[in-house]
């Protein structure tokens, strides 16, 4: 890695220190994973700076101290199954799973999801991928032990909710022109806790209305 990427790397992960980032298994796999790599090669300079980037399909790439904040929120441990909405670069799966966690993941872009697919089987070939909807979740692999969804959505879909084990968290930043982010902890199936955590602006979770079912991927 050059060198000059390196230290701007170690800078980053100063800044999320001070803005309050304090597990440690996190700022660990922002060690291990190289932002630079999700992003043309012109935006390098901007890498590491704690700023959202643009990548395709006129999505960004989130801010670190976001996907770091919500990663905390996650209280991830190894070996647990993640679901992921929103695959958008791929940096967020790659976080997940330099944690140890099992990650599956879905986008709905398909020039994302082939460009996420090709880079994270070089990074991490555990991470499986799908295109489709974000609001259907990913059910052939449920249920699972935590939920992030990386886009705005309108409401919490109830296919994630019935996805989640008992127990088990999902992060999920809710609201329409900007969203509050969200914690739910899944009691049973009826009951759910849930905590909020601060006003934040993403990207709009979509349903996937012009997917060609006929795509192979």
């Given at each position: 890695m050059d060198y000059m990427l390196l230290g701007a790397k170690k800078k980053l992960i100063s800044t999320l220190r001070e803005k309050g980032i304090s597990d440690e298994q996190v700022l660990a796999a922002f060690d291990k994973v190289d932002r630079h790599l999700f992003i043309d090669s012109f935006l390098w300079n901007k890498a590491y700076e704690d700023t959202a980037l643009h990548i395709y399909c006129d999505q960004t790439i989130s801010q670190p101290s976001t996907v770091a904040f919500q990663t905390m929120l996650l209280q991830l441990k190894p070996g647990e199954k993640v679901l992921e909405i929103g695959t958008g670069s791929g940096f967020?799966?790659?976080?997940?799973?330099?944690?140890?966690?099992?990650?599956f993941t879905v986008e709905r872009h398909l020039e994302l999801f082939s460009k996420a697919k090709s880079l994270l089987s070089k990074i991490n070939d555990r991470i499986i991928l799908r295109f489709g909807d974000g609001f259907q979740g990913f059910e052939k692999y449920a249920p699972y032990d935590k939920i992030i969804v990386t886009c705005g959505a309108p409401e919490i879909p109830d296919a994630l909710l019935q996805q989640?084990?008992?127990?088990?968290?999902?992060?999920?930043?809710?609201?329409?022109?900007?969203?509050?982010?969200?914690?739910?902890t899944k009691i049973d199936e009826d009951h759910y806790q849930e905590e909020e955590f601060g006003n934040f602006n993403f990207v709009p979770m979509l349903e996937a209305r012009v997917i060609n079912r006929n795509q192979k991927i």
């Open positions: 967020q799966a790659a976080i997940l799973g330099a944690m140890g966690a099992r990650v989640l084990k008992p127990g088990g968290l999902m992060v999920i930043p809710v609201g329409a022109d900007s969203q509050v982010m969200k914690r739910i």
